[in-house]
């Protein structure tokens, strides 16, 4: 994602809130709203959560204004979401795409997981289970996305999310400008 918004200006990213503590480097309001979990139970009690789910031991949702307002504005809003809460937002919002993004192999994830150096052994372990887990959703999402190479795997994704601005569902007005134009041919 961040190389994905580094690329092209035309997206905005939503910050997600979270009970896990922050990471070293990680800013409150830039990776994630670190909050409590009495906070965010709050949160889901008042409706103020697109989707919300748990994750190893912590619980993991998108607010709801941030990503309605730029969505009004007209500007894609790209959520970085685990299964969960993909498909509560695909029953939302049938119009929303799903994108896995994946690794090559399990091998490559632990790898990467490693190399962050930011968590246990036992919580690597739990994501690599959970991963397991996910990989059992991936066929009720739109699109499947190996990152592999990370250039490549950006360019996809742009091109993946620019593709949906032509689908024939989304260009009503255009689709009737053209049958207003070719009446008077």
């Not at 909050?35 to 008042?46: D, L, T, Y």
């Not at 619980?59 to 498909?87: C, F, R, S």
């Not at 994946?102 to 790898?111: C, H, I, Q, V």
Request: glycine share 4%; hydrophobic share 35%.
């Amino acid at each position: 994602m961040k190389a994905l918004l580094k690329t092209y200006d035309s997206y905005a990213l939503s910050v997600s809130a979270t009970t896990r503590s922050p990471r070293p480097g990680e800013e409150h309001g830039r990776e994630y709203f670190f909050i409590s979990r009495e906070e965010f139970e709050g949160m889901i009690a008042e409706d103020k959560l697109l989707e919300h789910a748990r994750y190893v031991d912590n619980y993991y949702g998108t607010p709801k204004e941030y990503v309605m307002n730029n969505l009004n504005a007209g500007i894609d809003v790209l959520l970085e979401i685990e299964v969960q809460g993909a498909i509560q937002i695909k029953k939302k919002f049938p119009e929303a795409v799903l994108v896995f993004v994946t690794p090559p192999s399990a091998e490559e994830l632990k790898k990467r997981l490693v190399s962050r150096g930011t968590e246990t052994l036992e919580v690597i372990n739990q994501r690599m289970a959970r991963a397991i887990e996910e990989s059992a959703w991936m066929k009720e999402y739109d699109y499947l996305l190996i990152n592999d190479t990370l250039d490549e795997c950006v360019k996809q994704l742009h091109e993946t999310i620019q593709s949906q601005h032509f689908r024939v569902s989304q260009c009503g007005e255009l689709i009737s400008g053209i049958q207003e134009a070719l009446k008077f041919l």
